[in-house]
């Protein structure tokens, strides 16, 4: 059974900093590209960050860049995010997702079939 788990979750004041990783169990992922997504209460799910591979193009929503770095492994850990200067708006529930459907724009959940469970973050003034 394929599963994606998300780690490093949490609570943290305004400006600090967290690391989430994604492990992947039951499959390999090391050649496809890996997206992180979040979602908070009442609204749409929507993508943060996207890698094309190790090392690799990456993409950064508009209200992450600079902030935040995605990067991935070819090791059981296949895509982490680091979030730094973390804002009062960044409260949500992180996702990552491994993308296996090209036809799909990456920022289209459509073209991710793993999805992770989600991780919390929470941000304090």
């Known amino acids: 059974q394929v599963q994606l788990v998300e780690s490093g979750g949490g609570l943290v004041q305004a400006g600090g900093s967290l690391r989430l990783s994604c492990t992947a169990s039951?499959?390999?992922?090391?050649?496809?590209?890996k997206g992180w997504f979040r979602q908070a209460p009442g609204k749409e799910r929507e993508v943060v960050a996207f890698i094309s591979r190790p090392g690799g193009s990456t993409y950064y929503a508009y209200s992450v860049k600079g902030r935040f770095t995605i990067s991935s492994d070819n090791a059981k850990n296949p895509v982490f995010l680091q979030m730094n200067n973390l804002k009062p708006d960044d409260p949500s529930v992180y996702y990552c997702?491994?993308?296996?459907?090209?036809?799909?724009?990456?920022?289209?959940?459509?073209?991710?079939?793993?999805w992770g469970q989600g991780t919390p973050v929470t941000v304090s003034s």
């Open positions: 997702a491994v993308r296996t459907k090209t036809e799909y724009a990456i920022v289209d959940l459509a073209a991710y079939d793993y």
């Open positions: 039951g499959r390999t992922f090391s050649k496809y590209a």
